[in-house]
Each structure stands twice: as structure tokens, then as C-alpha cells.
């Protein structure tokens, strides 16, 4: 059973504008979640985080959101840059134990 | 970023065939684990280690085994590849002291033919 769910397979957007990729979770044991991205023949690379104590984290161009009472999170990215095409993985842990993954979103950024 | 190697990175193995990935990190981070990605399913745990001779299964373990000798060293064995194994597999370690982030290599291709 998929406890984490990204249920937008791909997304486009113009460059510039905003890019928000959306992660649903079920188990509300998890306390911090994670966003990765990830290029072709590459590995995931870390992008950011949040603890589940916060609803809110910056960084750069880059923020998350979290709504424990929806069990959603989301990555806003503002402006969105060609850059930024990638596929983009959420992922959910409860701390000291396993990272749970979502199947992943394709951000396409379009010049 | 947690200096992680992997190889093979890319391997093509007949059915049948036993086949080890290995994994290595620099980091002396004490967790690693092992996942492959597949189209539609995203990335999927494997198996675990907490620390030297200290493995788990993950999600997707049958046909898997692994073996940590040294903290620096992750090995993963198919003990007899099938087609249904062809995947990238991403190795990844993690330092709980460094706070709840994992690190990723930058995976090996295997197909199985």
C-alpha cells in the first residue's frame, strides 16, 4: 500500500511562472518529510525539508507546505527556471526509521 | 552529499545469474540502504542496514539479499536474476547525526536478459 502518493505524473510550466507539485501521505506517524529531485541517469539529489512541527519552509526560490490535518504537502517553485525540469520525488519518514517514496513527478519547464 | 559510489554502474546479466551491486560511502554514515527505481512505482526500498551486520527488508526484498561488513560497504546480491529485476538500483546512506536526510549515489543500471 502506497503511503505516499504524487498523483500528478507530470506537469508543465512556463518559465517564469510557478511550478506546484503536490504529495498526498496516509500514515500520520510521519514527522518529517522531504522533497528530492532528480535528472536522467542521475540520483535523487536533496532539495529540502520539513519537520512536521512546522507547516512552512523556505529556501530560495524553493518553499514547502504542509498541512498535517490534510496529510498533503506541497513544493512551490517561484520563478521556475528550465533548470528546474526534472522529476521530483516526496518522500515521508518517521524519524530513526524507513523513508517511504512517491512515484514521482515529471516538471517540465518550458523556455 | 555523502560521497556514495556504486558499481557496476551498468551491468547486463543473462537470467539466472547471480549478480552483487556494491555501494560505498565515505561519510562513515551508519545507515544505508538499498533502492530500486521502476516506472509508475517511484523508489522502493529494498533492504536496510543500521550498522555493521545489521540489515533489514524492506518493501521489495524477495530475491535480494545483502550483507554490510563494513560500515563503509553495502552490498546487494540478486541470487539469481530474473527479467522482472531489470531496474536502476540507488544505493543511499544517511547519518542520523546530520538529521533526517538521505544521501544518494548515482545508481546502476541492470538488465536482465
Known amino acids: 500500500d502506497q503511503q505516499v502518493k504524487q498523483n500528478s505524473p507530470s506537469l508543465s510550466v512556463q518559465e517564469g511562472r510557478i511550478s506546484i507539485l503536490n504529495c498526498d501521505y496516509t500514515n500520520s506517524m510521519f514527522d518529517y518529510f522531504l522533497w528530492y529531485k532528480k535528472y536522467p541517469a542521475e540520483g535523487p539529489t536533496f532539495l529540502i525539508s520539513i519537520s512536521s512541527i512546522k507547516d512552512k519552509n523556505e529556501d530560495g526560490r524553493f518553499t514547502v507546505f504542509l498541512n498535517k490535518s490534510a496529510k498533503h504537502l506541497s513544493l512551490h517553485i517561484v520563478p521556475s527556471q528550465p533548470g528546474d525540469s526534472a522529476v521530483y520525488f516526496c518522500?515521508?519518514?518517521?524519524?530513526?526509521?524507513?523513508?517511504?517514496f512517491g512515484t514521482g513527478t515529471s516538471l517540465t519547464v518550458i523556455p | 552529499d555523502a560521497g556514495i559510489t556504486q558499481s557496476p554502474r551498468h551491468k547486463v546479466t543473462e537470467t539466472g545469474t547471480p549478480v552483487t551491486l556494491r555501494c560505498h560511502q565515505t561519510e562513515n554514515h551508519r545507515y544505508m540502504y538499498w533502492y530500486r527505481q521502476d516506472p509508475g512505482h517511484g523508489l522502493r526500498l529494498i533492504h536496510y542496514s543500521y550498522g555493521v551486520k545489521d540489515t533489514d527488508k524492506g518493501e521489495v526484498s524477495d530475491g535480494y539479499s545483502v550483507s554490510r561488513s563494513k560500515t563503509e560497504d553495502f552490498l546487494l546480491t540478486l541470487e539469481s536474476a530474473t527479467s522482472s529485476q531489470t531496474s536502476v538500483y540507488f544505493c543511499?546512506?544517511?547519518?542520523?547525526?546530520?538529521?533526517?536526510?538521505?544521501?544518494f549515489g548515482e545508481g546502476s543500471w541492470l538488465t536482465v536478459v
Open positions: 518522500a515521508a519518514t518517521v524519524t530513526g526509521n524507513q523513508f517511504y
Open positions: 543511499a546512506s544517511q547519518s542520523p547525526s546530520s538529521g533526517n536526510t538521505i544521501y
